[in-house]
């Protein structure tokens, strides 16, 4: 069996070696070096590339969101993105996973040895799924993306009707989720149906990511707090370390925000909210199931499949990681399997109140 070769790259050294141990200690994980800053880094990749960085986002002399964005430009290669927990570290995060990062792991400022012990399987997952992702399927959003989308859909803008207020759809995603949700949401309308994500992404940095999307997109963006109304041109980010599910109080769909044991291993959880889609929604929702790892959301989409809605799993070829839509296929939950080009029009025509 072929290792995962991983290079590690942090200023503190108490984090390299923590890093090192936990990683090291893996049979199917080998670490071919550590680096203090891009610069050593560099010189540690030459001739020994890596499968998998794991990157500090802030370090002296360049930092990581520089050296990362070279790195993407020359040879793409998944980097998970070791970050503090904190507004600027959330924030920068943001950052680098528009840039092309595939994944997140978060160590806090202070304790850092017993936090990193406590954590060594969230450690181990990021970077080897990081390992399984497929690179040429990262494509950061321009402003020419964004146009030629936006002009995709002109004929749907006028055609869809502005009741749809009965309508929601329902998204799940994880692993290349950030890059794909900007892909899919930046093209949408304000007629659009309103829309719930669960986006597998740790405490305090949903509101980062939220606030990112909503300065690119027509559409409003926001984190999701208990009670908030579903309505036509908003899209609703379930919180980090929360589980965010749909209910219904006479004709207006809601959603409830609260903490609550992982499901699948994640907080929030795709099935989580798909379950409660299913149950309040039914045959008035779409769901989607995006690129991920694991199976989080396979049995709820087929829970919505069988309440009459209409579901759609993110084919392989356009997928970061073919873990969680591959699943839901494999259940029988998704009705149609379709590129990631095609979601903003497919969402739109299910905004449509047509049953």
């Given amino acids: 069996m072929r290792k995962i070769r991983v290079l590690i790259v942090d200023d503190s050294a108490v984090v390299r070696q ?12 080998e670490v071919i070096g550590t680096a203090a800053d891009p610069y050593f880094a560099v010189e540690k990749m030459r001739g ?8 500090d986002v802030e370090m002296p002399r360049m930092d990581g969101i520089t050296f990362l964005r070279k790195i993407m430009g020359s040879r793409p290669t998944p980097v998970v993105i070791c970050s503090s927990l904190t507004e600027k570290g959330a924030e920068t995060t943001m950052e680098a996973l528009s840039a092309g990062a595939v994944a997140i792991f978060t160590k806090p400022q202070v304790g850092v040895k017993g936090f990193l012990h406590e954590s060594r399987a969230e450690l181990l997952e990021a970077v080897r799924c990081a390992a399984r992702s497929k690179m040429t399927n990262i494509k950061p959003l321009t402003s020419e993306n964004i146009a030629g989308s ?3 859909l002109d004929d749907y803008h006028s055609s869809a009707l502005a009741k749809t207020t009965d309508r929601v759809i329902a ?6 989720g950030t890059i794909a949700l900007e892909r899919v949401l930046t093209p949408l309308p304000v007629n659009v149906a309103g829309i719930v994500v669960v986006q597998h992404m740790p405490e305090r940095f949903t509101a980062a990511f939220a ?16 009670g908030d109304r579903i309505r036509p041109g908003l899209a609703l980010i379930a919180p980090g370390g ?3 599910t749909l209910t219904r109080s006479g ?16 907080c929030p959880s795709v099935d989580v909210l798909f379950r409660s889609v299913a149950k309040h929604a039914g045959k008035n929702a779409a769901g989607f199931i995006m690129t991920g790892m694991g199976d989080d959301g396979a049995r709820g989409l087929l829970e919505m499949k069988a309440t009459g809605a209409t579901t759609y799993a993110q084919d392989e070829a356009s997928c ?19 590129s990631l080009d095609l979601m903003p029009e497919l969402i739109l025509q299910q905004s449509q109140f047509y049953r």
């Fill in 18 to 29: 923590m890093l090192n141990d936990i990683l090291s200690s893996q049979a199917d994980i």
């Fill in 48 to 55: 020994n590339w890596p499968d998998v960085i794991t990157l």
């Fill in 150 to 152: 936006r002009h995709k």
């Fill in 171 to 176: 998204i799940g995603t994880s692993t290349g």
């Fill in 211 to 226: 606030e990112r999307l909503n300065n690119l997109c027509t559409i409003d963006v926001k984190e999701a707090c208990d």
């Fill in 242 to 244: 929360k589980h965010m």
């Fill in 251 to 266: 004709a207006f769909y809601y959603v409830q925000v609260k903490a609550g044991p992982a499901v699948n291993r994640h």
């Fill in 320 to 338: 970061v990681v073919f873990g969680m839509p591959k699943e839901a296929i494999r259940r029988g939950g998704a009705s149609h399997v379709v």
